[in-house]
């Protein structure tokens, strides 16, 4: 798959754990909701669960 929209990214994703499927389907919601945003979407997510990571209150991310 080569694209530059998210939603089909995430979409086309295979993912396992449920908290992963669960991420994803709120970036696609946000994006249908917004109309655009769902790398972002994932980007800043990516930034705040690194954060809790760092600051030790992410145990198991």
Not at 11 to 22: D, W
Not at 28 to 47: E, I, M, P, Y
């Amino acid at each position: 798959l080569l694209t530059r929209d998210g939603r089909r990214l995430l979409e086309a994703l295979s993912l396992e754990p449920p908290t992963a499927r669960m991420m994803a389907a709120c970036a696609c919601s946000h994006r249908a909701a917004t109309g655009d945003g769902a790398k972002t979407f994932v980007v800043l997510l990516a930034a705040v669960l690194g954060g809790l990571r760092a600051a030790g209150g992410g145990a198991g991310l």
